[in-house]
């Protein structure tokens, strides 16, 4: 393979991070190479020791994000054990990604770790995860109706509750569903069972008592690119203001 010096100065700085988090072949995917070409890429550009955190493309930045999210260690504790600064990780990512970031804090705090709390960042992270897709989102005052939230995008409407264990009792089932087909919409549960793990379900029949009712898993909404930031950003501050008040 002919030297790339563009290519070799990109394998430099992010090499390691990438086959660590996204993998040879995804990476290799990623550069438009094969994963051949890939290692003789490796082997002429070496691995910088410090990691340029400026220089890591998006996508690889964001494995790296992934991969801290999908955990339950706080940052200080899951750079240090794949041997990464802080304040450089930190500084890329809450930049990049400020609401999430946001979010994964209030999350991974130790005091935060109550259903209340847990319950309530689920419901917050599906927002920005709808509102990512484009959807129009409004949450219940509250969350004290059969859903926590209304989605609307190409005139399809989600009913969502969101429901960390996914054990949502037959009356708020059965009230989901009612409201889902007086509003024309459909019934949408989300759950969170364990760290690094989101359910999506459509919600088909009813519960005549615990262990009834259908489900069929749906496809998580797809996040655009061209999301407004700022927007999300905002959106966070002011529900974390209210949770507050």
Partial sequence: M???TELCARV?????IARRHMGPQAYADLLGVTVHELRSLEQQAGAT????????????????????LEGREVAARFCSRHGYSVTGFTKAVSEQWPEEWGLAQEEKRPEARNLYKMGRSLEQRTKLRLMAAGHFVV???????????VAAKDG???????????ALPPA???????AAHMAGGVPVMVENPHAGTVNWWQLDTKKTGRGTGTKTKIPAPVALRNVDMFQLEQLVDAEQAELAA
């Avoid at 430099?12 to 390691?16: L, S």
């Avoid at 399809?156 to 996914?166: A, E, F, P, T």
């Fill in 139 to 149: 949450r219940s005052a509250g969350s004290k109706t059969a859903a926590d939230l």
């Fill in 172 to 178: 708020e089932w059965n009230a989901l569903i009612d």
């Fill in 12 to 16: 430099r700085v992010e090499a390691v």
């Fill in 156 to 166: 399809i409407i989600w009913l969502v509750q969101c429901k960390r264990s996914g």
């Fill in 2 to 4: 002919a030297i790339n």
């Fill in 49 to 68: 020791k410090v990691v340029a955190w400026r220089q890591l493309s998006e996508p690889v930045l964001r494995s790296l994000f992934d991969a801290y």
